[in-house]
């Protein structure tokens, strides 16, 4: 089973940066796909980043560009780098992990982070 817990959400301003964080635990990590998903009140969650065991990432279009996805196998830590942020960009953001790519792209992952609050003020 794989435990995760993000980290590094917080309120800025049009064009400010955040690093989110998820923390992993588990004795299956490295077998794992992740990803960051984000959903906003009244709208659907969507796909904002995923990078697969051999490193293959894969970006929202909305974000690609302004957003990086990479991982730390050493410390079992996902990052999100978000540049240029905007308000748009404000959203509650998940980390997920599935052994099946396919799955974590459809976002039927089978775990889960608590998510972490991303605000960007005009």
């Known amino acids: 089973q794989v435990q995760l817990v993000e980290s590094g959400g917080g309120s800025v301003q049009t064009g400010g940066s955040l690093r989110l964080s998820c923390a992993a635990s588990?004795?299956?990590?490295?077998?794992?796909?992740m990803g960051w998903f984000r959903q906003a009140p009244g709208k659907e969650r969507e796909m904002v980043a995923t990078i697969d065991t051999d490193g293959s990432t894969s970006y929202a279009d909305s974000v690609k560009g302004r957003f990086t996805i990479s991982k730390d196998d050493a410390k079992k830590t996902l990052y999100l780098q978000m540049n240029s942020l905007k308000p748009d960009d404000t959203a509650m953001y998940y980390c997920?992990?599935?052994?099946?790519?396919?799955?974590?792209?459809?976002?039927?992952?089978?775990?889960w982070g608590q998510g972490t609050q991303v605000n960007v003020s005009s």
């Open positions: 997920a992990a599935d052994f099946r790519p396919v799955n974590l792209a459809n976002m039927k992952a089978d775990y």
């Open positions: 588990g004795y299956t990590y490295s077998y794992y796909s």
